[in-house]
């Protein structure tokens, strides 16, 4: 049970590469941010995402080793 | 660009320099070991780095000088498509926090201090260690390379010209990873890091508004480039897979380097690994934000004699002198970080695979350390040499193809993590497919690393790197599937 659960959260780390090697899903301008086109703080964005879920996966197997 | 010297940023860049020389050379006694003669000491600061100091060192060699200059340089000539950097580098920790941790195991397990040693390990074949280990050295050469390029863009601007003043910078740096192997890097990556972060959020937060705002220097960008009929700040319809595949390619290969690896061997666990993949991004924030610089450098209405001076003809223009010697010292001392892990990877690897496997098997632990000092001196000078000797794009042109040679080591080193059924014939014939093949591939497209391909439909371009790990994935199934499982492998 405990195990299959940290697995789970491993599958979030597929979210980035979805996010990110689709390029039609952000190569536009608008809606602009701060004056950052869409495609550059979409982008910028993610950085943080990624961060977050790589935290929720480090949780669910920090205590692996 | 002015290159007359400014004694002021002079005086604050040989300040720093000299801080960071004291540094290297005090790293030997930093968290000193019983010895210093044991490769593991030497080459892998005794594998105890914590996650704070793995964050600097693997931050700090893999953000490197050369960065700094050419993201920027290539989001100032070519727009949106240069900015693929800022996608690699976060898909990339998503890749090393599952991988990273079960490869460091196993090399912690069975003491292994390079990949050669780990791919001999896992296959017991010579020959696929050999493959491993001299793709790394020959991917990293060019690679240091680029570093003595960065620092020479910043020594240029503070207005040393001439091959001395790097001469100078690139012994100091020998001498001090000599003596102190790892921890020097390690040690000077905690200045380096901080001063790049200063320098940076500087830059993006005082730049923009000397130029107008962010809208503003989006707009100048976009100018620049209808008046100049090339780049743009969006992707062109047939750039998708072109980006998404060097992303996804380069993100594969960053941590196959030599460099890249003795920073991940030399931490202290897997959870280290693990939390540095949660903690690293932030440096991707940097890296982002920096390449941005290309589009100020438009908004600023520089006059260039190559895109490489963008960033310092920026600070050159819009900061005072000692801030752009804090500047030029942060990306000078950007440049040795790197250059000396990758020296360092280099060496481990030439002791590991080459001296241990074909000239002395029965060299002590103390002779392994002595030869990995004398290799990181050879491995330095030969970049200098390169550098002082050849046109910078032959240093260009092969680290380019470094990217795609290092990424067929893949299969060898990480498959073996997960599963017994691939022997060496086949990931030898693999990785031969695809460091020929892409090498190939790369020069029929003139030096570019991207090919094109028409399934049909549209054509478009991808990277070649990842073309050619396909390939080498294919034929290593194939192969695998077909020879027996008792043969021997051959060569």
Known sequence: ?65 | MTTEIDSTALAVFLFFFALVTILGFVASRWRKPATLAHIDEWGLGGRSFGTWITWFLVGGDFYTAYTVIAVPALVYTVGAYGFFALPYTIVVYPFVFMVMPVLWKRARDFGYVTAGDVVHGQYGSRALELAVAATGVIATMPYIALQLVGMTTVLKALGLHGELPLAIAFIVLALYTYSAGLRAPALIAFVKDIMIYIVVITAVALIPSKLGGYANVFAAADAAFQAKGSGNLLLGGNQYVAYATLALGSALAAFMYPHTLTGIFASNSGKTIRKNAVLLPAYTLLLGLLALLGYMGHAAGLKLESPNDVVPALFKTLFSGWFSGFAFAAIAIGALVPAAVMSIGAANLFTRNFWKAYVNPEVSSAGEAKVAKLTSLVVKVGALLVIIFLPTQFALDLQLLGGIWILQTLPALVFGLYTNWFRAPGLLAGWFVGFIGGTFLVWDAGWKPLHLISLGGEPFTIYTGLLALAANIAVAVVINAVVPARTPARA
């Open chain 1, 1 to 65: 049970m405990e195990k299959s659960r940290s697995k789970a959260a491993l599958w979030l780390l597929v979210i980035p590469y979805i996010g990110l090697l689709w390029p039609s899903l952000y190569n536009m301008r608008e809606p602009a941010l701060f004056g950052f086109p869409f495609f550059y703080w979409y982008q910028l964005l993610w950085v943080p995402i990624t961060a977050a879920l790589t935290f929720i996966a480090y949780r669910s197997v920090r205590h692996d080793d």
